[in-house]
């Protein structure tokens, strides 16, 4: 059912998924402000899911250009900002993190798939229930490009995405498609930066819908050479013979560093709160979390920040209060 009405969701135009999501918040407002039973509620909102179902149209195969891009936020942005003509491909990885062991391999595939599940918490049962078939879904539909299509990959300047498109182009390497790559980071440092103002942008994510789509007209329209593309097939080479599980990205290229990078800083953060609200106080993992994040020029996966924090609990450094299922479920102390 999930997937089923993710498809639907994403088959929706910007004005078509306003529309609608206006229409279920006014229906509900109704209810509660009614005093409506909860049992009526949760009918009302199974009423608006097949609602949601229902607006699937026919698979589109008028396409002229696919985009892939990594992460379902910068895919939604993509989807909202351009127009229907365009297919988008979310890439649902987050390649900063983890092992990249032989993921061409099914024991490197299973690695990575274990540590990610032992180390980092997913909303719900993500791991168990979607993560591959997601992954085995996206990755089918980037086989099933037709030759003849072309692709733009977007990309930004923090480890996540440069890594994603060295994975992506080295599955497309035996493909014959013209394709663009856009550095959003950079095209909104040309576009948009003046004497006044300079923009920093960690991701893709971050930019406006309008923006995306400018920046596709005008600077998304030189295809990369053959031997960029051989540059960056041999990067992931390289990278997947490497057995860090955390990357940053530091003047102009992905560096593996140790895991514990950003403990130092995380616990300063922790004790800082501890300050703010007493020794006694229990602090919200998912407030120490932010306000280090703020700080970071970088950017950082925050479900690995809060494995982490995690960590400083099970070695005696901090105290909990809560289950550890997701950072807003706990809250944490400095041992005295």
């Known amino acids: 059912m999930h997937q089923k009405i993710r498809d639907s969701i994403e088959q929706l135009s910007g004005s078509e998924a ?4 206006f229409l279920a918040l006014a229906r509900l407002e109704v209810l509660y402000s009614d005093d409506v039973p909860k049992e009526e509620i949760m009918e009302e909102i199974n ?27 910068a895919a939604g942005s993509l989807r909202f900002g351009l127009e229907r003509d365009h297919k988008v491909i979310g890439f649902p990885e987050f390649f900063a993190i983890g092992p990249l062991w032989k993921l061409e391999e099914e024991k490197g595939r299973k690695e990575r798939y274990e540590w990610l599940r032992d180390h980092i918490n997913f909303d719900g049962d993500y ?14 539909e980037i086989r099933a490009i037709p030759e003849a299509m072309p692709i733009v990959l977007w990309t930004a300047d923090n480890a996540d995405e440069q890594v994603f ?43 406006h819908p309008e923006k995306l ?7 998304g329209s030189s295809p990369i050479s053959e031997e960029e593309i051989r540059l960056f097939v041999k990067e992931w080479a390289e990278l997947s013979n490497t057995t860090e599980v955390l990357r940053i990205w530091e003047e102009g290229r992905i560096k593996g560093v140790p895991e514990d990078y950003y403990d130092d ?5 922790a004790r800082e709160a501890q300050k703010e609200h007493g ?37 005696g450094i901090l105290e909990i209060k809560g289950i550890p299922k997701a950072m807003r479920n706990y809250s944490v102390r400095v041992k005295h």
């Open 265 to 269: 800083l995380l616990l300063y953060h």
């Open 47 to 73: 009423h608006i899911i097949q609602d949601c179902s229902s607006l699937l149209p026919p698979p589109r195969k008028d396409f002229h250009t696919v985009h892939i891009v990594s992460g379902d936020s």
């Open 18 to 21: 306003r529309e609608f999501l």
């Open 279 to 315: 020794k006694d106080a229990f602090i919200k993992s998912a407030r120490i979390i932010g306000e280090m994040y703020g700080h970071l020029d970088a950017m950082v996966n925050d479900s690995f920040l809060e494995y982490r924090l995690r960590t400083f609990v099970y070695r």
């Open 165 to 207: 498109v060295s994975y992506i182009l080295h599955a497309l390497q035996n493909k014959s498609n013209e394709i663009r790559l856009i550095n959003t980071s950079m095209a909104y440092k040309q576009l948009y930066d003046t004497s006044d103002t300079f923009h920093f942008l960690r991701q893709t994510a971050e930019a």
């Open 127 to 140: 791991m168990e229930d979607e993560y591959e078939s997601r992954l085995a879904k996206v990755l089918e």
């Open 213 to 219: 789509k400018e920046i596709l007209e005008k600077k």
